[in-house]
């Protein structure tokens, strides 16, 4: 049983607690695809979401995910909350502590700031993304998608391509997929490239035709206009010729390799159109894998409050 009050990050985590995550997330996408949108196993519980930057998918199947195993849901948007009166993160916990909040499902601009939560928090505490750092939920949508399609994760050879430097997708899709006995390679200009990712478990490739030789995965990331200084390559149009992926480049992988973004994908740039909507591309059902693995995380660490209690 997965023994953790939080979900944080996946630095530490072993392959029987991700294939633990996994499984449970198997059966929850058994129950979404039969209709099942009303299961019990967080009955009478509440999370809050508390999101302090722009989010799509992940702050929308997190709450599906709570609604579906029958929690109570909040949200708190940063700037309508108290936090835009100066509150502190620790006194925001404290708050939502005393109103009986079993979940908090953070996203927050500052690297750590979900790990400082969870200390001064009796809730759980769910990373949804902490600045640079780790998305652990989204390396878990990241890895079911992939052992759907090739019924295992070890061996694989997943290429990432993309800006490494400012992704919190490509750290912890290092850590996991690492832990789960695949190799990741990595590629992009060398200034996204973060220094001593390679002693992290990282391929560092030459090239992008050495990058996708061979690959299973073709994951491209975005480029985060909004973390990173004016500088860190030419242009866009340059960036897509050198490091994006296109319809030619995709040949070089296996054939029945599968093409995944985390998303959002700045279309054009880090993929071609073509490829977004190549069959092989799986980047929608990445989507609603994304509710299956949050409601999983939510299921597994409830089980263990319980028992705890
Ligand atoms: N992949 C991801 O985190 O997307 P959102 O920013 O839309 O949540």
New binding site residues.
């Given amino acids: 049983m997965l023994k953790r009050k939080d979900l944080l990050g996946l630095i530490d985590a072993t392959k029987e607690e991700i294939t633990e995550i996994l499984d449970t997330a198997d059966v929850m996408k058994r129950h979404l695809k039969a209709g099942e949108k009303q299961l019990p196993y967080l009955k009478g519980k509440t999370a809050t979401i508390l999101f302090y930057e ?6 929308t199947s997190f709450e599906l995910a709570a609604k579906y195993l029958g929690a109570t849901v909040i949200n708190i948007a940063a700037g309508s909350s108290s936090v835009a009166k100066g509150e502190t993160l620790v006194d925001t916990g404290k708050t939502l502590d005393a109103q009986l909040n079993d979940f908090l499902i953070m996203r927050h601009p500052m690297g750590g700031a979900p790990y400082l939560l969870a200390k001064v928090a009796k809730a759980g505490v769910l990373n949804a ?1 902490d600045g640079m750092n780790e ?1 652990p939920t ?1 390396a878990l949508l990241d890895m079911l998608t992939m052992r759907e399609h090739f019924g295992h994760l070890d061996g694989l050879k997943v290429a990432i391509v993309g800006d490494i430097k400012h992704s919190r ?1 490509a750290k912890s899709n290092l850590f996991g997929l690492n832990a789960m006995g695949a190799q990741v390679r990595m590629y992009a200009p060398e200034t996204l490239i973060p220094k001593g990712i390679d002693k992290l478990g990282a391929k560092l490739c030459k090239s992008k035709e050495e990058t996708l030789e061979d690959a299973d995965v073709v994951m491209g990331l975005r480029i985060q206009l909004e973390r990173q200084q004016a500088g860190n390559f030419p242009s866009l149009n340059e960036y897509a010729e050198f490091y994006g992926v296109n319809g030619k480049d995709l040949k070089l992988a296996k054939p029945n390799a599968v093409i995944m973004h ?3 994908v700045n279309r054009g740039v880090e993929l071609t159109g073509k490829v977004i909507d190549h069959e092989k591309s799986r980047i929608e059902e990445q989507v609603f894998s994304g509710i299956a693995v949050r409601m999983a995380c939510l299921k597994l660490l409830n089980d263990y409050r319980d028992s705890c209690k």
């Fill in positions: 722009n989010s799509t998918r992940t702050r993304g998305h989204q997708v985390p998303g959002p």
